[in-house]
């Protein structure tokens, strides 16, 4: 069992307990009680026995939660039989850090990000200072961060970028146990197995690294087995292939002069510092000593003279994930033998029962390409190897002289330990479960999070009338969605050119691992509620990197009484959400981040939708979406006050950015609408609901195929304006709560939060700050709401949590002075923070050419656009009008993120005249804050565009109603992030 102490971290993690508590207090007048961690102690027999990791408390969280990293830890070791796990301590202060570290042994500090007390620069120099001798690894998120270091004369052991899995910190953990290993081994030069990696690119090795040892844990998993001996055990562990990475040439050459002879794989880097290409000199040289060697040379750029017998790989090419496996794996050995048709085996045991029973069609040909002696090899049983070798020199009968081989190395057995397949139960009790045994992804992770605060601090207690929980779920891990893949042989070359509709018709062709269909097959039968299946990739809802909307969601009615159907419905759910990670928005959007796809990995949440039937239809009386921060605050509200967004029928017409009712949660009963005449312009008149009728074709396996728009009359006809709606009454010309009148219903939630005595906003506001303070971080809510007991009782599901954005966007930055000639916008409405001085493109809406009902075209060649500025690697200004991502055409043009990613700052104008609020309850909006993309706001004609200028520059292409121009001097975006103030230069000042 990983244990995360806490001894050095027990105060702060205590402190922020208390917070927590107090925060709990201050809102319900209820303090509430919890336990302490019960902490071990227990020493760890392993190389490296102790680690801590430097991290702020929201990192942290994103490693234990999402890699779930003491599960990952324990699961790795227990199946791949490397005994007991390191010890694992976090702190979140370099201070800390040294004062634990002197209290206690350290093999190992992991820097993820940054100190909470200091730069990761000083804190390493510190460090050094006192501990020289212990090895230090940083992990992080920003690359120029990562370059800095590594152009520093600080001697770090290893530098990361954090890829969204947990394994990373076991990757690094066995790295530096290899390090150490050889290192003590150089001398009598042992018969370990090398896989030496030449690589600068932090990005590159990081994913190289963590490639390689995922098939190494494969590895171990197929040669370790509970009846073998402790001897025999340690003896196929200490062979397991070694990885020793270098990050130049100079270093790289100095390890394969020591280990030359135990090198079973080279990748390296094609050109040096200064562009010659060592790299293929080096594999030149290699392949005339050892012409069966695998070597990889890859590069950025592509390569005039290689080798025949050299792979070579382009960066960044699609593939480029699974070319490294297939190599890494031919490299490491044959994890099988096939002996005869439909014989094969993967142990000795197996191997010597097959000889014995005469199922051996195949072994003169294992003999003949070695591929026996490889499969040997690769279990680390050279001994027996080099028997056999010498045994079939006898020319006698092949079959018996190697029975006798394994006769004499057969090794006293334990008594076996027999393991039951256990399939997961899942009552109507059990709120979370999983199936799998990897990473939980983004969306998950936040349920995981939130199932524990809840558990931990918010009892039935706290609040009268309304109780907080989370909707019965179960998620497929992702290594289900890694398996599903391989055994589809799904990804290649060609995929990656396909459309939506195709790769969705591939994906629903395959079939997903039998190891799983059975836990889903009792999962449908136990529950008759509608489903949403939901992604939850690793990459999916990050800090630095979201991807909240980009990827599908499958809403099923799941009431046909056939479980068969159902089960099948669900399956192809899953498959359909599995194919949404390389659909077309998802490939565009990757393109914007350092990331590519193939190393997204997703999971998958079923999760039982929360609502009522009505007639034919079922949707929730309340959706919503809640945040900690509010970027455009109004009336009393400050930023910090928050935001709430509320909606009657399920939660598409928030994240879509439709039409919902906003409040502050501090001010509930102060609407920020504004005005009656405001409120009636924007209130509700139609709502979306799931169709529990509805016919499913494959192409069009996605939320729109089971939703239905009704309208307000629909709700009032199934019963569930009363505690939601008031009525605006025209002889009066005044606003009443509930529908007890004639006249216009207004969808306000006046009966809940103005006059009932359901705490609901107090319920948002306390799940806002806790989430808030546990996190360290301001964060956004997705929930629903149902209504029990005429109105007097409440149930709030949580359906997700996630941080909104990094300590950055708290920078101080200085708009400054400038003349009116050099802007061309300027906005006391902008969201962001920092200065960009890198955009010489501008795509624009011309508004001479346009209008409203034309958004549609309009979205296209702005869609267009993006990918021509994506390939070409070029940021730029989109300019438009309305409510960017919204789906009502008449509010803004109706892109999607992955439409636009490559825009680095986006420009809202007026709708013919009105302001649109922009939305910040919609996945548009979330993708736009976490990903640093700057907006900007007009809505006053003060400040107008320059339109003008922009005409008269340089016009690179022109469509129907978009344009798109290019500045000779780059432009200067300056946004005010604690202001909420913006301006466009029209370039760079000095």
Not at 920 to 935: C, E, I, K, L, R
């Amino acid at each position: 069992m990983v244990v995360i102490k806490n001894e050095g971290q027990r105060g702060k993690q205590e402190g922020r307990k208390d917070k927590i508590a107090q925060t709990i207090e201050r809102l319900t007048g209820v303090r509430p009680s919890y336990d302490h961690d019960r902490v071990e102690n227990k020493r760890r027999s392993t190389r490296i026995k102790n680690v801590i990791v430097v991290a702020p408390a929201y990192d942290f969280f994103l490693v234990e939660e999402e890699g779930r990293l003491e599960n990952l830890f324990n699961d790795i070791y227990s199946r791949c039989g490397l005994g007991n796990p390191p010890h694992l301590m976090h702190v979140e202060t370099g201070s800390e850090c040294i004062d634990t570290m002197e209290r206690e042994g350290v093999d190992l500090v992991i820097i993820f990000n940054e100190p909470a007390d200091m730069g990761v620069l000083g804190f390493v120099q510190d460090l050094k200072s006192y501990f020289p001798d212990i090895p230090v690894v940083v992990i992080g998120n920003r690359f120029d961060e990562l370059k800095e270091l590594m152009d520093s004369s600080l001697k770090l052991d290893g530098i990361f970028t954090w890829n969204g899995d947990g394994r990373i910190f076991l990757s690094i953990v066995h790295l530096i146990e290899d390090k150490i290993y050889l290192g003590r081994k150089k001398a009598s030069k042992d018969d370990s197995r090398v896989i030496m990696l030449i690589e600068d690119s932090v990005q590159y090795s990081s994913s190289y690294v963590h490639l390689i040892y995922e098939e190494i844990w494969d590895l171990l998993t197929h040669i370790i087995s509970d009846d073998m001996t402790k001897e025999e055990v340690e003896k196929r562990l200490s062979r397991r292939p070694r990885v020793v990475l270098s990050t130049d040439f100079e270093e790289g050459r100095e390890s394969i002069e020591s280990f030359e002879k135990n090198l079973i794989c080279l990748i390296t880097d094609m050109e040096n510092s200064d562009g010659s290409p060592e790299g293929i000199e080096l594999a030149r040289s290699l392949k005339e000593k050892r012409p069966s060697l695998p070597v990889i040379v890859q590069s950025s750029s592509k390569a005039d003279e290689i080798p025949d017998d050299v792979m070579f790989i382009m960066k960044g090419e699609n593939g480029l994930t699974s070319k490294i496996k297939e190599v890494i794996k031919e490299a490491i050995g044959p994890l099988h033998l096939e002996l005869d048709e439909d014989v094969v085996v993967k142990d000795l045991r197996e191997i010597e029962d097959a000889l014995l029973s005469g199922e051996t069609k195949f072994l003169k040909r294992v003999i003949d390409t070695g591929e026996l002696y490889l499969w040997l090899e690769s279990m680390g049983e050279y001994e027996i190897r080099d028997d056999i070798k010498e045994a079939l020199k006898k020319k006698t009968n092949p079959k018996e002289e190697i029975i006798n081989v394994l006769e004499s190395h057969k090794y006293k057995a334990y008594s076996s330990t027999v393991s039951e397949y256990r399939r997961e139960t899942f009552g109507p009790h059990v709120m979370l479960s999983r199936i799998g045994g990897g990473a939980l992804g983004g969306k998950a992770r936040g349920l995981a999070f939130v199932s524990k605060i809840l558990s931990a601090y918010l009892s039935k207690e706290i609040l009268s009338n309304i109780d907080i929980k989370i909707p019965r779920s179960i998620i497929l891990s992702t290594d289900v969605f890694e398996r599903f893949l391989e055994i589809n042989d799904l990804v290649d070359e060609e995929l990656y050119g396909l459309s939506d509709e195709r790769i969705a018709a591939r994906f629903m062709d395959g079939n997903l691992p039998t190891t799983v269909l059975g836990d889903l097959r009792a999962f449908v039968r136990q529950t008759r509620k509608p489903l949403i299946v939901r992604s939850s990739g690793i990459l999916e809802d990050s800090l630095i990197q979201p991807f909240a909307g980009i990827y599908s969601s499958m809403l099923l009615p799941n009431m046909a009484w056939d479980t068969d159907f159902r089960f099948q419905d669900v399956c192809n759910a899953v498959k359909y959400v599995y194919a949404s990670t390389f659909f077309e928005s998802a490939r565009n959007y990757m393109k914007s981040t350092p990331k590519s796809v193939g190393e997204e990995k997703m999971a998958v949440i079923l999760q039982e939708i929360i609502g009522e039937k009505y007639d034919n239809y079922f949707y929730p009386m309340v959706s919503g979406v809640a945040r900690s921060y509010n970027h455009y605050p109004r009336g009393s509200c400050d930023p910090e006050n928050g935001i709430v967004y509320l909606s009657l029928g399920l939660g598409k017409n928030i994240v879509e950015g439709g039409q919902s009712y906003s409040f502050c949660p501090k001010h509930p009963k102060s609407p920020i609408m504004g005005n009656k005449d405001d409120l009636l312009k924007n209130s509700q008149t139609s709502f979306f609901a799931l169709n529990l009728e509805s016919i499913y074709r494959m192409v069009e396996l996605d939320e729109e195929t089971s939703v239905v728009k009704l309208d307000l009359i629909d709700a009032e006809k199934h019963g569930v304006l009363k505690c939601i709606a008031s009525t605006y009454v025209p002889a009066s010309d005044r606003i009443y709560p509930g529908i007890g009148y004639d006249g216009t219903r207004i969808i306000d939630f006046a009966p809940v939060l103005v006059h009932g005595d359901i705490p609901l906003a107090k319920a948002i506001r306390l799940l806002l700050e806790t989430t808030e303070t546990a996190l360290g971080y301001p964060v956004e809510i997705e929930f629903v709401v149902e209504f029990k007991e005429n109105c007097k009782k409440a149930e709030l599901y949580v359906l997700q949590v996630r941080s909104m954005f990094s300590k950055d966007m708290m920078l101080d930055i200085d708009i400054g002075e400038y003349k009116k000639e050099e802007v061309l916008f300027e906005t006391k409405i902008a969201l962001g923070n920092g200065i960009m001085d890198d955009i010489n493109d501008v795509v624009y809406v011309k508004p001479q050419d346009f209008n409203m009902s034309k958004s549609a075209e309009a979205a296209l060649e702005v869609r267009d656009l993006n990918r021509d500025l994506l390939d070409s690697q070029k940021p730029y200004l989109l300019i438009g009008p309305g409510r960017w991502g919204s789906t009502e055409s008449w509010m803004g043009l109706p892109v999607r993120w992955g439409d636009i990613t490559g825009a680095r700052a986006i420009v809202e104008t007026p709708v013919e005249g009105r302001y649109i609020e922009p939305s910040q309850g919609s996945h548009f909006f979330q993708d736009m804050v976490s990903s640093n993309t700057a907006y900007l706001v007009t809505q006053r004609e003060a400040e107008a565009l320059d339109f003008d200028w922009l005409d008269g520059l340089e016009t690179v292409k022109e469509g129907r109603y978009v344009k798109h121009v290019r500045t000779k001097e780059p432009l200067e975006i300056r946004i005010d992030g604690k202001r909420g103030e913006g301006v466009i230069l029209k370039g760079k000042r000095n």
